[in-house]
């Protein structure tokens, strides 16, 4: 009889325990932690705090073609994933090419078909996004 008394004063104790502890993390300042911003938004033109990394890369220049496509564009394009073009194989590319580069760099931009808008690069630059496409179908 004691052993179940003690049982049923440490399950109490430990519910008293628990207890305290949520209510504990129910402080305003604990709420207002758990509330806050995990991020921030930073309009282009607009000095930003929390962009100052990114404005670095930015200032080092564009990004070279040959660094897009090994960082976002090889993963289906060396390959030839869901029927697209290999790097570097003319014959993928000729038909494409057929309506002009232009259209070509507007697809790479917009998506087409599984591949999306800018091939999964954000922050890619219409430019590097050319370059990328330019060292792709030579």
Known sequence: MIKVIRSVVAVVAGLMLTAGAVAGSNSVES???RL???GSVCI???ECAAASGASASAAS???SGE???GSYCAACHSVG???APKIGDAADWAPRLDN???TVLANAIGGLNAMPPRGTCGDCTDEEISAAVEFMTK
Do not use: A, H
């Open 67 to 69: 660094d897009i496509v």
């Open 100 to 102: 002009g580069f232009d």
């Open 31 to 33: 709420i207002n932690e």
């Open 81 to 83: 994933v869901l029927g």
């Open 61 to 63: 220049g564009p990004r």
């Open 44 to 46: 282009q033109g607009e």
């Open 36 to 38: 806050k911003p995990s």
